[in-house]
């Protein structure tokens, strides 16, 4: 099946739907920009115990996270260590890169 804008800001969805963030205090809030054949903004806001996947930017953000689509497929799935997505380029990280680190936890 070919990755599209929307499954992948699905799949952020689906990912985070079952995350346990009652550790995170105040809102941790990132704004991942889609590059290369798969186009698009979204965001991922954790506030409140609750974590919000709306495909908006989000101005007041810890964090840009950058990549194609299928780095940041495996990301959330586990496919791939965000260090080494970072210190190799294909993911970049704008912004509050422990902030990033921390989010990316909620997806064991």
Known sequence: MAMTYESVVQAARKKFLNADVSSVNGTLAFQINLIGKVEGIFYIEIK?????????????????????????????????????GFTTGKIKVDGDVNAALEMVKFLK
């Open 48 to 84: 409140d115990g609750r974590v919000s996947v709306e495909p908006y930017e989000y101005y007041d953000r810890n964090a840009i996270i950058t990549c194609n689509a299928t780095n940041f497929t495996k990301l959330i799935n586990g496919k791939l260590d965000p260090v080494i």
